[in-house]
């Protein structure tokens, strides 16, 4: 194996491991760049989008693009969840500062099968995001 291919091999183990450390939370790219940055041992941009697409592609990352103005936010899943099959996975965005918030919720999934069921339609949990303000941005008062 030439150094080349040890490095990317390293920067793909370490990029595995912080996403890992952030299991459930939802990270960007420049989340992931300035993580290592941080740490001295930058990782380029184009490297972290290339590693990303193919842990998509593997299904151990899930890739969610809320609208058209943010950024692609990513999800490590694991392999466990990859093999069981795709998870339901939603998503609240507040209309103020933008925080994006990852919901699992047993009630949505009632609410989808009562659509699904009375209305004849499917809702992409991949494509689905609801709108409102956070706890912070209501305690602020800007409603």
């Not at 793909?12 to 299991?23: D, F, I, P, S």
């Not at 697409?53 to 890739?63: A, H, L, Q």
């Not at 709108?131 to 602020?140: F, H, W």
Request: glycine share 10%; net charge negative.
């Amino acid at each position: 194996m030439n150094n080349k291919t040890q490095y990317k091999t390293k920067q793909r183990a370490e990029l595995t491991a912080y996403l890992m450390g952030k299991a459930g939370e939802h990270v960007t790219v420049g989340d992931i760049t300035d993580h290592f940055s941080q740490l001295g041992r930058p990782i380029g941009i184009t490297t972290v989008y290339r590693q990303l697409d193919k842990m998509v592609d593997e299904g151990i990352v899930n890739k969610y693009v809320v609208d058209g103005s943010s950024s692609a936010c990513y999800e490590y899943v694991g392999e466990e969840q990859h093999m069981e099959g795709p998870v339901s996975c939603y998503h609240c965005k507040c209309d103020k500062c933008g925080t994006l918030i990852h919901l699992h919720c047993g009630e949505i999934e009632e609410l989808l099968k009562h659509i699904e069921k009375n209305h004849s339609f499917i809702i992409n949990p991949k494509r689905t995001v609801f709108y409102g303000l956070c706890d912070a941005c209501k305690t602020r008062g800007e409603a």
